[in-house]
């Protein structure tokens, strides 16, 4: 008999909207030869639904079911808009203090925070299809395991960890913060506590693996890192044919709006002042608030949202990646290698990813050096040895190939 897995995502893998997206679509399709496969997600109200479905199907064989998981029932979804209403009109009248804003990013995990229908829908699953292994998907899902039988394989997928995001918040801090200390020690309690509980754990890369041993992470732990489409080789050595920096992420992930406001504090200022010709396009979906106070605030920032063919929109660029907060990889940064853009990071944002500086790309960590790397990208013999280099790496390094044997023989040990 076939084997059945149920993989439980934060939103359907599909379409491709994001390199997150990517990551998890690949750590779907990497079993579809060796299980019959079945979907629970939350899926994203702006897509439409039967098509994905569809589409997705067309692109991975074996996809037996798609299950979505409804986040409230509907006498709470009057509370909790009530809720909503109350929030935006106290944050208009007072706006949230740092230590305020530091307790909603460290508590926004979703860790714990499902209701019982959450747990019922996966249990249903499980028991009407005879699941053989669940494979969990994102800190959002991890108390997915309270509802797994004992009998059934469980992996969870670690794309973050979310006690070291944490800690990276709290050091950013400017004032003492004890009850950040007190959040970030219950939110990293609860993590550990939650992992101990699975058959096995992935992470993205060897650095997180250890960083799981080293806190008390007792479930086997294997390092599997995610991989993007490879794009062709005619998408390589474009030429600069202006200034132009490019953002690629979405709002809703903490790093990604403090890393931007980071960059367009302290790079982007004196940046213009220097060469007032460059342009800055963010790509993913952002608010309406964020977008029409950031292009008030500062010059000659534009707002793409999502992009059907990233490639085209990075095209000529440079990519930033301008993140100080997070582990796991930024998948950001295996889709610049892989259409050929040089990128400037962070030590933070190039973690998990064998990149040198210099080599591969850029990187800085203050003001000064991010906008010096900026600059020295404009030069069409250092931006060709980065993309060169960076494609190397990664055609060695991060092929589909690869990362399904990875994933296979972690499934083979787990079932065997």
């Known amino acids: ?134 494979q969990v998907e994102m800190l959002t899902n991890i108390d997915a395991i ?37 959040l970030c020690t219950l939110e990293k309690t609860k993590e550990i506590s939650l992992l101990n509980q699975y058959d096995a754990v992935i992470t993205l890369s060897t650095i997180d693996r250890d960083k799981l041993v080293e806190v008390g992470v007792t479930s086997t732990i294997y390092p599997s890192f995610a991989v993007v489409s490879t794009s062709a080789d005619s998408a390589l050595l474009q030429e600069q044919t202006e200034r132009v920096l490019s953002f690629v992420g979405p709002e809703f992930h903490t790093p ?41 605030q500062y010059p000659d920032i534009h707002f793409l949202g999502f992009v059907d063919d990233l490639a085209e929109a990075l ?8 993140i100080f907060v997070g582990s796991g990889i930024r998948m950001k940064i295996l889709e610049a290698m892989s259409i050929g853009v040089p990128f400037v990071t962070t030590t933070v944002g190039a973690e998990g990813i064998p990149v040198t500086d210099g080599q591969h790309c850029v990187i800085a960590d203050t003001p000064e050096a991010y906008m010096a790397g900026i600059l020295k990208l404009e030069d069409a013999e250092t931006r060709e040895l980065m993309i060169r280099n960076g494609r190397q790496l990664l055609m060695s390094n991060y092929s589909f190939e690869k990362f399904k044997s990875d994933r296979l023989e972690i499934f083979n040990a787990l079932i065997n």
Not at 5 to 34: D, R, T
Not at 315 to 322: D, E, K, R
């Open 315 to 322: 095209a000529g660029s440079v990519m930033i990646v301008p």
């Open 256 to 296: 990604n709006k403090l890393g931007m406001e980071w960059f367009l504090t302290h790079v982007w200022i004196p940046l213009k002042k220097m060469a007032p010709d460059y342009k800055l396009n963010i790509i993913g979906v952002w608010s309406k608030q964020t977008a029409s106070q950031w292009t008030s």
């Open 146 to 182: 309270m509802a797994i039988p004992d009998h059934v394989k469980k992996v969870f997928v670690h794309h973050e960890l979310g006690f070291v995001r944490n800690q990276l918040l709290l050091e950013q801090q400017t004032q003492e913060n004890c009850l950040g200390r007190l």
């Open 1 to 134: 008999m076939k084997h059945r897995i149920l993989f439980i995502l934060p939103s359907l893998p599909w379409p491709l909207a994001s390199g997150g997206l990517q990551a998890l679509f690949n750590g779907v399709k990497a079993m579809e030869s060796v299980a019959d496969i079945y979907i629970m997600c939350t899926l994203n109200p702006q897509v439409e639904r039967e098509k994905a479905h569809e589409e997705l199907k067309a692109r991975i064989a074996n996809i037996k079911g798609i299950f979505q998981y409804v986040e409230h029932k509907k006498e709470w979804s009057k509370r909790k808009l009530a809720m909503r209403i109350c929030a935006k009109v106290v944050n208009t009248l007072f706006k949230p203090t740092p230590s305020e804003d530091f307790e909603a990013a460290v508590t926004g995990t979703g860790l714990g925070g499902h209701s019982e229908d959450y747990y019922r829908l996966i249990r249903e699953i499980i028991e009407r299809y005879n699941i053989t292994m669940v």
